[in-house]
C-alpha cells in the first residue's frame, strides 16, 4: 500500500471565541460529575463539546450558520438537566438542543446587541450585557426550553463588554468607558444572600462604580470581570493591560498590575479564590496568587507563553480527580493546562485538524473531497506506479470541482460516490445531490444538480452511499434513518432503528440526551452488511439487501471512534476513543478469534495515545493488514497473526537465578 501526504488541503479551523465548562469547580474532596463537559464556542457559529474523560474526546458539534459568530457561553442546570446558552452578535439569547444539536429556543433581549452572557450561581437567571448600557435578566427557571424576559437593569450610555454575578443578587460589569459597575438584579427575598452578596438599595439600580485607568486619547475597555469566589473581590481586565483587584464591599482598589503589553481579554480563578489568571492580546498568560490573606495582597507569581496569538478565551475546573486550566482564541487549538502546576506542568494542544466527516477520498479514481462551512472542493492526485518515484511539488494535483453553496446553515456532512459519479452535502435544514459530470475542457467535473423534493426538505447529520452508487443513507439530528434511491420515485424510505430504548434513561442521558445520537456508519465492500454506531457505545448491523437488522452488538464501554468491514471475511472493526481495537465476526455474531486474543493486550505506544483514530483503511494486496491514523500518528495491525508478549522472567525461589 502506498501513502500520499495531501498537504494542499486548504482546510481552515476558525478561532476559538468563547469556552464554558457545564460545572462549577468543586472542593477537593469531592469528584467531579460524569456529566462535566466543556463547551467550544469558534467564530463561524459553529459549537464544539468536549468530554474530558480518556484524554478529551469531541463528542458532537452544534452547527451554525453564515455570517454568525459564538460571542460567549453558558451553562445552567434544571434537575438533572445541562442547559447551553448562547449570544453571537445579535439581540437574542440562544438555548441549544443538546439531542438535535438545532436551537430550542430564543429570548429576544429587547435592548441593543447582546456583548456578554453569565449565569446566576443558582442556575435560574442569565444576565446579558448589551451596547446600549443594557443588562437585561433572564429568567431560566421553568426547564428546557423555558426563557422568560425578567428585568432590564438601570441603563447608562456604554457597552457592557463582561460580567460576572456577585453572589444570587447582584451583576458586576465592565463597561467600554472605563468604568466597573454593579448592580443589584434580584430582591433579597427572591433568592437567599451569598458570601455577603447583598441587595442594598432598589432592586435594578447602580449601587456601585470603579473606574479604571484612562488611556491617552481614548477610553479604556474593560474586557473582562470575575468575581471570586468567596464574594469579597472583584477582578478586572481592560485595555491598557492592567489586572486589577477590587474590594467589592466598598467598591475601592486593592492592588493593581501591569504585566500585560497589549489588552487583557480573559480571566480565571481557582475554587480556593486565591489564585487568579490573565490572558489577552500579548499571547501570554499569567498567574496572580494571594501572599498575605489578612491584607488581602496578591503577587504576581508566574507566567508562560503557550500560544503564537491572541488569547480570547480562558477558563478553569477544578476538582478532586480534576484540574483544568483551558485557553483559546486566534490560534484555533485548545490549550490544556493545569491550575496546580500551572508553570511546571504539561500542556497539550489538541490538534487542528478537519472533522472526520468533511474529508472523503474515492482511491480507484484518485478523488479527495474536503468540504468547509459553505464549500466544496475536489482534488485528483496524479497516479504514480512506485513509491520511490520522486513527484514534482504543484504537479501531482488540480482541483477538479468547486462548489460555493448558497445556504445559511453550515455543512455538517458530504459523501462521494464509490463510482465518483454523485456528491451529497448536507446542512440541518436540507440534503442536496450532486451529479458529477466531465467537464468539456476535457479535466475537472461540472457539478449538476438533481432535483429532489424529498431531499430539499430533508436536513441530516450524516450521510453515505452504499457500494453500488444507488442509495443514499441519511440519518437526521433525530436519529432517523432514510434511504434514497437515486434514479428511483422521489421519495424516502425509512430504516427500521430502535435506538438504545434497551436500557432505560439514566442520569447521564438525561443531562447530555445527544449520547444516543448515532456518529458513524460504514458498509461492508460487497454491499451484504450496514453498520452504524452511537455515541453511548451501541452497534448495530443491518442485513442491507433485506433492510432489516441482522445483529445488535453489546454496549461497548467507550465511544466508537471509527468502524470499518474487512473486505475478505465480513469482520467489523471497531476502534474506540479509548484507544480499544475490537473486531467482530458478523456471521457467527461474537468477537473474532483474533480480537479475543490480542484486543486486551495492545501496544502500550497504541493505548496510550492521546489523539483519537480518525480513520482506517484496507490493504487490498494484504486484506489481513489494517492501517489506522490520527491526527498525529499512523499505525498497522496484522490480523493474521498475535501480538508477541514479552514475558519477564521471574526470579526462581532460590533467588540464585530467573527462569
Known sequence: MDFRRCKFLDYNSHPITALAFSHASVTSDKYAPKTLRLAVGRANGDIEIWNPRSSWVHEITLKGGRN???EGLAWTQSGADLRLFSIGGSTVVTEWDLQTGLPLDHCDCNAGIVWSIAPSPDGTKI????????????DVEGGRGVMEHGRILQRHKSRVLSIAWRGNTQVVGGCADGRIRVWTAVAAGEVGELNGATSEGVVGRIIGTMRVDKAQGEETLVWSVVVLGNGKTIVSGDSTGSVKFWDAAHFSLLQSFKVHEADVLCLASNEAADTVFSAGVDHKIVRYSVVDNKLRRWANMSSRLLHAHDIRALVSYESKNANYLISGGVERSIVINSVDNFIDGVFRKIPVSPPRHHVHSVGDRQLVALCGDNQVKIWALEKFHSSSEAIPEGKNKRVVASLALNNDENITHAALSVDAKYLAVATNAETKLFLLLPSKQGFGFKAKKIASPALAGQGCSILGFDPSSQHLVLVTAENEIFIYSIGH?????ELPYTGDSAEGKGELKQALPYLDNINNLAFSADGKYFALSTISGYVVVYDWPNQSI?????????IPSVLKFCPDNDSLIVVTTQMKVLQFSVASQALSD???????????????LVDKCSGISIDEEAPDRAWMWGASWLANFDMSA??????IP???RNGLSVE
Open 650 to 652: 521471574k526470579r526462581k
Open 594 to 608: 483474533w480480537s479475543r486474543r490480542n484486543s486486551g493486550i495492545l501496544p502500550p505506544e497504541f493505548n496510550n
Open 642 to 647: 498475535d501480538i508477541p508478549v514479552f514475558r
Open 68 to 70: 454568525r459568530s459564538i
Open 550 to 558: 441482522h445483529w445488535s452488538l453489546p454496549r461497548i464501554p467507550s
Open 489 to 493: 420515485q422521489d421519495k424516502l424510505r
Open 127 to 138: 444576565a446579558a450585557g448589551c451596547d446600549d448600557g443594557s443588562v437585561v435578566i433572564v
